[in-house]
């Protein structure tokens, strides 16, 4: 299809979107006090989006993507993932990107840095507070073989951009949780 439309849709309630509000900006406080910088370089006077809006979407797009494959979302404040490539939800990394009519993202693309592990799997979230497209999914190696290296912005910092038609389904992650979940738990059972 050549709509990004028919991608599955994530509504958020307002108490998730509340929850995913207070972790985003309780992330953004707790990076401030330790004098963490924008790990890419991005310079907010120059952006459509101000920190407390990336921090805001990133968690609620998190989440989003953790109501879909029926996995718990921890909401995690201090562990700065980001900087030892934990997993933002299970196993897998989530890439929001933001939706809004005003400044809206024709061809949402996943971004792979050069720090992330070319071993996990990375999902992209498309959308804006209270509603989101899970995209699809690709495994770090992949996103580096499929995408176009570009430093946009000139922060010094390239960034692989895979666009949302190279991504598997997520149709197919989703069934391949449910099927280790229930591993998982029958194994739990048997012991």
């Known amino acids: ?5 028919h991608k599955p849709l994530v509504d958020l309630k307002w108490y998730e979107v509340e929850m995913a509000a207070q972790v985003g900006i309780k992330r953004m406080c707790s990076s401030m006090a330790l004098d963490l910088k924008d790990a890419h370089g991005l310079d907010f006077t120059k952006s459509k989006l101000s920190p407390v809006d990336m921090a805001v979407n990133s968690a609620c797009g998190e989440l989003a993507v953790a109501k879909y494959l029926g996995l718990f979302w921890d ?8 900087l030892k490539n934990e997993p933002d939800i299970g196993p897998y990394q989530v890439r929001t990107r933001v939706f809004r009519y005003s400044h809206s993202i ?3 693309e996943l971004i792979f840095r050069d720090t992330d592990s070319p071993e996990q799997i990375f999902i992209l979230a498309f959308g804006y507070l209270f509603a989101f497209r899970i995209m699809g999914w690709i495994k770090g190696i992949e996103a580096k073989g499929l995408g176009c290296r570009e430093d946009r912005g000139n922060r010094n910092a390239p960034a692989w951009f895979v666009g949302w038609r190279q991504l598997k389904e997520i149709e197919e992650l989703k069934e391949q949780s449910i099927n ?8 739990k059972d048997s012991a």
């Open 1 to 5: 299809m050549n709509s990004w439309r």
């Open 75 to 82: 909401g995690s404040i201090d562990k700065h993932g980001h």
């Open 106 to 108: 024709k061809e949402p």
């Open 180 to 187: 280790d979940l229930l591993f998982e738990q029958s194994r």
